[in-house]
């Protein structure tokens, strides 16, 4: 009889080795020409400073940001709601008519806030 978990460590062990394998033939193969710019932090195409902050982002950044966090979280729970909704019955119902208003909230005050206005 055998372990039900040797088909398990067999995959880790091919993904170990894998990962690993592929590491060290790019340490091996790969060019090794270093130059100034390339040993630099990379700052999205501007040059570096020698402060952290470079300057201040709008806010709205992070409100866009967040709104997409906070949809794309809801739409993951709506999937398995969905998938199991007849046998939820009436309490499945009103929990999930519960996290629909929870979420709603949040963007109706973005949207009030003028969160929402690309102009």
Excluded: H, Q
């Excluded at 067999?10 to 091996?28: D, H, K, T």
């Excluded at 709008?58 to 969905?82: G, H, N, Q, R, S």
Aim: proline share 7%.
């Amino acid at each position: 009889m055998t372990n039900p978990y040797v088909p398990i460590l067999i995959m880790m062990g091919v993904a170990a080795v894998m990962a690993l394998g592929g590491v060290g033939a790019s340490l091996v193969i790969g060019p090794k020409r270093y130059n100034r710019a390339k040993l630099e932090a990379y700052e999205c195409g501007v040059e570096p400073t020698p402060s952290a902050i470079a300057g201040r982002f709008p806010v709205k950044y992070y409100l866009v940001a967040m709104t997409f966090i906070i949809f794309d979280i809801e739409v993951v729970f709506l999937y398995p709601w969905a998938v199991t909704f007849s046998e939820l019955g009436l309490y499945g119902l009103i929990a999930m008519l519960t996290f629909l208003f929870l979420i709603t909230v949040p963007l109706v005050y973005e949207w009030r806030r003028g969160g929402l206005d690309w102009t």
